[in-house]
């Protein structure tokens, strides 16, 4: 495998400065060549998942409709979202969102209503509405996947004794070495909290407290000077592969990617794994909403969330989607025991609360970033 560059952290900016600098960029922005007929910008995560949706959805869909697709990489937010929708230059058409995201994005009119019965149905007719999850359906968001944030180790940096919970990650003593954590604060305060002990049906009552979130913090301080942070999800096993951590928290997808692509000795823990859920939005205002709906309504399919799930071990948002994801498309693997959702997998999973990151997010992403700087590497 390639080997990294070193890479040289510094502490987020403030939202305010994201989202100044985004709508630089977007000044700045010149002119560029139009392909020849219509045309939409998806925004989704890069990596082995950007593969695979560009693969699984992308060119099928660009290939029956002759609506040419561009595609960009982000690492999540909504600042970009903003500062385009702020000075009125919409170029980003389709978003690949986090939940909480897409709530707060519809929240603050940042994002197009998408009526769940323009959807298409199942392959057995079962309308959309009755087919989607019931936490994957979002006024102004399409349900897309179920992936979780697990943390993960190198097998060759443990011969001995192996980690296999929560508290595992946090125990300095019994398994020494760097850990690898994302600079935010969601997840890595409910990491905390069941690392600490709580039990997994009370972390958010937990964190809804002062004397909580101290406490998580208190956890995260206990490890903080052997944490190296990451921003985009394809570090993780590239940091794992090297050596430079011997565990990180990852999204499952990237892992099982490097195990069976790469042949990687990694593996995942999921006890305490974080269930999160997946929404893709359209950028209010775009001129070209028709064709964003229109993209939005091909990705959604049972079809569609099956051919990204047979790339990656991301589960399906639709129930009609599951039983269409056998094998790993490039190596044959079984996918059901690497889906988030199988039943072996899902027992100590944590869901992710949205509703509650959407009330607190911008209160504990300030704590975070002071908190970073207190001592940060």
Same mark, same amino acid.
């Given at each position: ?23 630089? *960029? ?10 020849? /007929? ?19 959805? %992308? ?24 500062? %385009? ?10 978003? !690949? ?19 769940? $019965? ?12 009755? !087919? ?42 019994? +398994?020494? /070495?760097?850990? &690898? ?15 600490? &002990? ?14 909580? #979130? !101290?406490? @998580? +913090? $208190? ?14 999800? @394809? ?5 794992? @592969? ?32 974080? *269930? ?8 209010? /205002?775009?001129?070209?909403?028709? $064709? ?24 399906? @948002? ?10 790993? #498309? =490039? ?38 970033? =002071? ?7």
């Amino acid at each position: 495998m390639r080997k990294r560059r070193p890479i040289h952290w510094v502490r987020d900016a403030v939202l305010a400065a994201i989202g100044a600098a985004a709508l630089v *960029l977007i000044l700045a922005r010149g002119p560029t060549q139009a392909p020849e /007929g219509p045309s939409i910008t998806t925004v989704s995560w890069g990596g082995s998942y950007g593969r695979a949706y560009r693969d699984g959805i %992308q060119v099928p869909f660009a290939e029956e409709t002759g609506i040419n697709v561009g595609m960009e990489d982000y690492n999540g937010g909504l600042a970009q979202i903003r500062a %385009q929708v702020d000075v009125g230059s919409v170029y980003w058409d389709v978003v !690949d969102l986090e939940m909480a995201d897409a709530m707060r994005g519809c929240d603050e009119g940042l994002l197009e209503p998408i009526d769940i $019965d323009r959807l298409p149905p199942a392959p057995d007719g079962t309308p959309a509405r009755e !087919d989607f999850y019931p936490e994957m359906q979002g006024e102004c968001g399409a349900g897309m996947l179920f992936y979780s944030t697990v943390y993960a180790y190198n097998a060759d940096l443990f011969p001995d004794e192996k980690p296999t919970t929560m508290v595992d990650f946090f125990d300095l003593e019994k +398994f020494p /070495g760097r850990r &690898g954590m994302r600079r935010v604060p969601q997840v890595n305060l409910e990491f905390a909290l069941i690392g600490d &002990g709580v039990p997994l049906e009370e972390v958010y009552a937990t964190l809804d407290t002062p004397e909580g #979130l !101290d406490r @998580a +913090f $208190d956890k995260l301080d206990s490890i903080k000077d052997e944490v190296i942070w990451w921003e985009a999800g @394809a570090q993780p096993p590239q940091m794992l @592969a090297d050596g430079e951590v011997g565990m990180s928290t990852a999204y499952n997808g990237r892992i099982f990617n490097a195990q069976v692509l790469e042949d990687q000795p990694f593996v995942i823990v999921w006890d305490g794994q974080l *269930l999160d859920y997946g929404q893709l939005s359209i950028v209010a /205002g775009t001129p070209r909403l028709e $064709d964003a709906l229109r993209f939005v309504s091909f990705a959604t399919s049972a079809q569609s969330l099956a051919e990204i799930a047979s790339r990656i071990s991301y589960g399906p @948002a639709r129930r009609s989607g599951e039983p269409l994801v056998t094998t790993h #498309l =490039a190596t044959g693997v079984e996918m059901a025991p690497h889906l988030p959702t199988s039943p072996r997998n899902i027992a100590r999973a944590l869901r992710n609360d949205w509703a509650w990151w959407v009330d607190n997010q911008d209160e504990l992403n300030e704590r975070f970033s =002071a908190w970073l700087t207190r001592g940060a590497r």
